[in-house]
């Protein structure tokens, strides 16, 4: 089946709207709410699960207070502690009724600041507070500037439908038991290795392919010159009538599009925009799944594969397509419908990674010039989707879309991702499409450049293409964790190592001239110049 290039041009504009970083960030850094002595705690996410009549029950996820001790990091620390309700609810002024000591209090949002609340629960000896929240969504419990914020005792602020069930159980006469800690995220998890060999591995596959098909339509354009005959002619045009060269104009206005697409995902997400966006991925999947599936079965159903049979709308398809389409719908299909199981990342990075091969051997820069508009357009454009945005739309517009956040779904399908193994926190880490097919269309024309200009590994410009995008992916990384999970923009790091690596060796080496305007070596006479080089 020809390659539906239309697809293509829709999916990439789609896969620009995915930065790189993990799933729930634990630690909240703010530099806005106040900080003074004995309230300057980082915001952290705390665990509490609970006992009802001792028997393990739910484990809710709380936000601690800027005030109050550092809670432990291990559930084993953790002691259990009896949950008592506050009366008044709201914990202003001493409770009327009778607290054991060390008892954790339960109390409600309002009427008094949070401070008031601590100090109140600690002088009728409570061991810690818990705070519901009068909405759904945490708080970030702060200090007024006033307070007395020599408080000894945790305090942490739970969702409004989990203190709501606590407090139901209370009222119930049932003896309810909490513990609270705040885990640490691990410095590295083995996710970010496997999505970091991921990544490279898929830039690497699709580099060798893009430049094995190059070599082969040189060699094809070869024969044409050398056998100038009607036949031939209409063989090439077959031939290169599956390729998209990016120019210049179109790089720019590639990233102006993809910029208004993701702020209408942004304004527009849903469950049902979500919805749409599984649709377009699981077009995209089926095209590249397919692609990737018949040109490594043609190696051994060679004859399936150059046989044709007329279908309608499709036109000539080979018999090799035709027995793999079925499967390729079905597994995208299927992966649609149980996407949201524990699994299911499996069946999304097979479709995702397929899409992205694809991608890499359809569309591609002619040269460097083209190539480095285009991808320092997008560096411009991860930077300022993940930190400038903030101060217009007051959060990072990229962010909250590779999240998914008010679409009820586990973020948007245009990502390759893999769940943190030994994250106490659980979650995924990401990277977007747009962090490997940019940067991986460079990486491609390197490769296909050597094979082109025949140059051995070492003294051509894939490996150290290669080796660039590897590192930068792999800088990324510890930015990430440094930033204490904070969504990071991979561009940022990625496109200098690569393009500066790219253009730096160019110059030092004596073909940049060729590199940033003709993009393939000089071949007066292609078809003496494809042959293998003769020893003098």
């Known amino acids: 089946m020809e390659i539906n290039k239309g697809v293509f041009i829709v999916i ?11 799933a729930g960030d634990i630690v909240h850094q703010d530099n806005v709410a106040p900080k003074r002595p004995g309230c300057a705690n980082n915001f952290v996410l705390v665990k ?31 002691s259990r502690t009896r949950l008592a309700l506050a009366d008044p609810p709201d914990c202003c002024s001493k409770p009327r009724n009778q607290l054991t000591e060390g008892e954790v209090i339960l109390v409600h949002r309002g009427n008094c600041s949070f401070t008031t609340k601590a100090n109140v629960a600690e002088e009728v000896g409570a061991s810690a507070i818990l705070i519901i929240n009068n909405q759904t969504e945490l708080f970030k419990m702060v200090c007024e500037s006033d307070a007395d914020v020599d408080i000894q005792i945790p305090a942490v602020m739970l969702p409004q439908d989990a203190g709501s069930n606590l407090e139901k159980y209370i009222n119930n006469n049932t003896m309810v038991s909490v513990a609270l800690y705040s885990p640490k995220r691990p410095a590295v998890d083995v996710a970010e290795v496997f999505l970091w060999l991921m990544a490279v591995g898929t830039i690497l596959c699709a580099s060798y392919w893009s430049a094995w098909t190059a070599r082969e339509v040189a060699i094809e354009q070869d024969k044409l010159l050398k056998d100038a005959s009607e036949q031939f002619l209409q063989a090439g045009g077959v031939g290169s009538s599956g390729f998209v060269d990016i120019n210049t104009t179109s790089a720019i206005l590639f ?15 849903s469950f049902w925009f979500v919805e749409v966006l599984v649709v377009l991925f699981c077009i995209g999947g089926v095209e590249g799944l397919q692609t990737c599936l018949v040109a490594l079965l043609s190696w051994w159903f060679q004859r399936f594969a150059e046989s044709f049979i007329k279908v ?35 069946g999304q990075d097979i479709l995702g990674i397929a899409l992205i091969i694809t991608v890499l051997q359809v569309v591609r820069i002619p040269n460097l010039k083209v190539g480095t508009v285009l991808l320092g357009c997008a560096f411009l454009y991860d930077i300022f989707w993940v930190f400038v945005s903030k101060w217009w739309f007051h959060e990072s517009v990229m962010i909250v879309v590779a999240r998914g956040d008010k679409s009820g779904e586990d973020g948007i399908p245009m990502l390759l991702k893999i769940p943190r193994m030994f994250d106490p926190w659980g979650g995924y880490s990401v990277i977007g499409f747009g962090d490997i097919i940019l940067p991986g269309l460079l990486v491609a024309f390197s490769l296909r450049y050597d094979w082109l200009a025949k140059k051995n590994l070492r003294a051509g410009y894939f490996v150290w293409a290669m080796t660039a995008y590897g590192v930068g992916l792999l800088v990324t990384y510890v930015a990430l964790n440094m930033m204490d999970g904070h969504g990071q923009p991979a561009l940022l790091y990625i496109v200098p190592f690569t393009l500066g690596t790219f253009i730096t060796l160019g110059k030092k080496r004596g073909d940049l001239k060729i590199l940033w305007t003709r993009g393939e070596p000089e071949r007066p006479c292609p078809h003496v110049q494809l042959q293998p080089l003769q020893e003098k």
């Open 12 to 22: 990439l504009i789609v896969v620009l709207s995915a930065g790189l970083g993990s």
């Open 48 to 78: 509490v699960p609970t006992w009802i009549n001792s028997l393990e029950d739910n484990e809710y996820v709380g936000v601690g207070a800027r005030f109050g001790p550092t809670l432990e990091s291990k559930e084993k620390h953790a």
């Open 255 to 269: 990233v102006v599009i993809a910029s208004c697409f993701l702020v209408m995902l942004y304004k527009l997400m």
């Open 312 to 346: 309608p709308f499709f036109g000539a398809v080979s018999h090799l397509t035709l027995a793999v389409c079925p499967f390729c719908i079905a597994f995208a299909v299927v992966w649609a419908v149980y996407r949201r199981i524990s699994f299911a990342w499996i």
